[in-house]
């Protein structure tokens, strides 16, 4: 092959390089075959492709492509996932549920529920419910319990037989730990009326009938 025919080949295959560059940022499986072959078939007879160098090419080729091919089917997962998500979420519309909140909306007839959360024995454990004015309405008597989750009921109803009023009240709880009274953990249920849904599906919300929004993946437990 002459040095002339040789520079225009080499031009050539310089410029369709240059044009499969511009036309994508990354070059796909076809492109790269393509610009491999035409390598090949223009390279300078006295001077050969390197047996390592053209195993390295494709090598760097098949390690990104199969990182791309990882990232496609990570990426699937993942969408999978937060439909699912998405549609367990949205099955709880209607459902009473206990999260990280001790918000609860009181309505005629039904009753306030919750859980106190222990972390270790403790004795004389109380439950104050108190109205969205932070008044206290009624102390429940739990006694003596173990550590671990024990739930709670209140029908409403006060000393002299009348009800509390509907509306949001706020459940707390105290418990003599090591002979000191010590505030402890306490959710109160809630019903779901509603769920919010982030972009992508990403950030799922619970809208409560009490008015306060949560996490769905603070949900402690479904009733």
Avoid: C
């Avoid at 492509?65 to 979420?89: H, N, P, Y």
């Avoid at 549920?97 to 004795?123: D, H, R, T, W």
């Amino acid at each position: 092959m002459s040095s002339d025919i040789a520079s225009i080949i080499g031009a050539n295959s310089a410029g369709a390089e240059q044009a499969v560059i511009k036309k994508k940022d990354e070059l796909g499986q076809e492109e790269f075959m393509r610009l491999l072959v035409a390598q090949l078939n223009n390279q300078d007879p006295t001077k050969p492709m390197d047996n390592f160098e053209f195993l390295s090419q494709i090598a760097q080729f098949s390690t990104v492509s199969g990182i791309q091919d990882m990232q496609g089917s990570l990426s699937g997962v993942g969408e999978s996932l937060r439909s699912t998500r998405a549609m367990q979420a949205s099955s709880l519309v209607g459902r009473d549920v206990i999260s990280a909140s001790n918000q609860s909306a009181f309505k005629a007839g039904e009753e306030i529920e919750g859980v106190v959360a222990l972390p270790v024995s403790a004795s004389g454990v109380q439950i104050q419910v108190s109205d969205s004015a932070g008044q206290l309405v009624k102390t429940l008597a739990i006694g003596n319990v173990g550590a671990g989750i024990h739930k709670f009921s209140w029908d409403g109803l006060l000393a002299d037989g009348e009800s509390i009023p509907p509306g949001s009240y706020q459940v707390t709880a105290s418990g003599v730990i090591d002979g000191a009274v010590e505030a402890v953990p306490a959710f109160a249920s809630a019903r779901v009326t509603s769920v919010s849904i982030g972009a992508g599906g990403a950030d799922i919300s619970l809208n409560l009938d009490g008015g306060e929004s949560v996490s769905y993946a603070d949900v402690l437990q479904y009733l």
